[in-house]
């Protein structure tokens, strides 16, 4: 395993840090957690980039072995991280995506399975309705690379991706895939998977043809999940401050000074200990549950659902 001395931090986020070692990037999953565009929040959760680091190599490899690309290298690196495959990230001009591979794709692809509690699609229609499902999986794009994430058209996000010919298909074919997958894993455990979001890159097959790669992480940061009505993922933490004077604040800022708010809104209070402790468990569980027969763990979740009610 690589030392610290021999990395170079490349990027600290607000929930993980991105060190380059050698010609290989590493994925440090933290501790810490962010809500609301606030960056890192003041406390921390214990156990969570652990958990984070074993949920994405376990659905990583999951997948891989059936036929997605992923940017997962196995190298030795600690518990808490991962080893990937860096791809080349371009910033404010797109006109070489059509023509470049090894680049990151500068879209959040989004995909819905349902209409999930405070889920955005009630704010838009009518037609939507809390607790209603699709037969295939919903698919939307933001931007990825600007201060405040836009929504994209199809097209939009298609033009701004430079994809070429079938590779806009195989796109949201993969994206599809993955939905459909992670869904059957979380259902085993009697879990349901509302939406989530996954990021890619454009690659190179080994005989040269330029190739979708699924990169970044997947976990409950990435996803939507709830149990018996109880939220399985970030958005537990998300209802808690939703309560808070402080959310309140920290929206009319928003409103008030743009990017700016951050400057002018107090720091937020912590989780109570309490809840801080049951979120730890509920990562821990969740990176525990995936791709698991062993039916006593997998109703080890139904411990933490009272707990989490009492938050709701």
Known sequence: MSTSSQRALVHKGSTKDVYRDGDHLVFNFSDRYSVFDWGEMPDHVPLKGLALAKFTRKIYRALEEKGVRTHLLEIPVGDNEIAIRPYEVVRGDYTSMKQEDNLFIPLEVIF?????????????SSEYKEGQRFETPMIEFTTKLERFDRPLTHEEAKILGGFRDGEWKKLLYTTQ????????????????????KVEFAFGKTIDGNRTIVLVDSIGPDELRLSKDGVQLSK???RQYYRKTAWYQTMEAGKKEFGIDFKNRVPVPENLPARFLETVSYMYTI???????????????VDKILPSLKEYK
């Open 235 to 237: 958005e537990v933490m």
């Open 112 to 124: 819905r399975l349902g209409v999930a509690t405070g889920s955005s699609l009630l704010k838009r």
């Open 286 to 300: 969740l990176a525990a549950v995936i791709l698991c027969d062993d039916k006593q763990i997998l109703s080890s």
């Open 177 to 196: 895939s993955i939905a459909k997958f992670l869904n059957d894993v979380f259902a085993r455990a009697g879990i349901e998977l509302w939406d989530g």
